[in-house]
């Protein structure tokens, strides 16, 4: 069995907040499983019935986020399938804040023609509710059958029935255009040349025929029947 790569040594973004949003290294970027601070290459069909499919768009893609989020509990030993995948129509936009820990963060946000490469997690209900306490109230949990006909995943997979993503109500704007992530240039570079407190925001409304999943507007929490719903 390959040996698994300890996640508490990767940086964190609260120390290295430039590095957002994956700071993987590159014998990282492929598929993996993340369980309780560790990951390991994931080469087969992982086991997925049960769980919620969701766009890590962000930092959630990020394996030592995911132990910042999640370790003490026991939905971090319920483990986490990570893999690539393709979304056409969508792309990921820059929000116009600053987060507490000195990012700027990201959106998923409709871009017509555009061919957008991403990370696809299934969570447990569990794992979904520590997370979504998380996201702001700025941010809504979309998506459904709509946004997973827009998905492109590995003839292996089973492909899932519904996909859903965090989505921010506003995207970044310079010079009047919207600015979208690019994932092939150094992420450093790219959260040194953001300035939301000099730019503009643009609103970034959820389609009018996807899905938003309601959640407590306090806690953030996602009720057991809508969860049941979403698996």
């Not at 590095?19 to 993996?32: H, K, S």
């Not at 087969?44 to 959630?60: E, I, Y």
């Not at 959820?206 to 938003?212: H, I």
Request: glycine letters at 6%; hydrophobic letters at 40%.
């Amino acid at each position: 069995m390959t040996a698994p790569s300890h996640v508490a040594t990767w940086p964190s973004l609260v120390d290295v907040p430039a590095l957002y949003p994956d700071a993987r290294n590159r014998d990282n970027r492929g598929p993996l499983f993340y369980r309780a601070g560790k990951t390991w290459p994931l080469s087969s069909q992982p086991k997925t019935a049960g769980r919620v499919p969701l766009l890590a768009v962000g930092s959630n893609a990020y394996p030592r986020q995911l132990w910042d989020k999640l370790a003490g509990t026991a939905a971090d030993r319920q483990g986490i399938p990570l893999l690539p995948v393709i979304m056409r129509d969508v792309d990921v936009a820059f929000c116009p804040i600053r987060s507490r820990k000195g990012y700027i963060p990201v959106t998923l946000a409709e871009r017509p023609g555009a061919v957008c490469l991403s990370w696809l997690q299934w969570l447990t209900s569990e794992q979904l509710n520590l997370i979504s306490a998380t996201e702001g109230a700025r941010y809504s949990l979309v998506g459904g059958a709509r946004l997973a006909a827009r998905a492109t995943l590995s003839a292996r997979l089973r492909r899932p029935r519904a996909v859903y993503s965090w989505w921010f109500d506003s995207v970044l704007q310079q010079a009047g255009s919207t600015v979208w992530m690019d994932v092939y240039r150094q992420q450093r570079d790219q959260q040194a040349s953001l300035r939301p407190e000099g730019s503009t925001s643009h609103p970034n409304p959820v389609p009018y025929d996807w899905q938003v999943v309601p959640r407590d507007p306090e806690s953030h929490e996602i009720s057991s029947e809508i969860m049941s719903d979403l698996c």
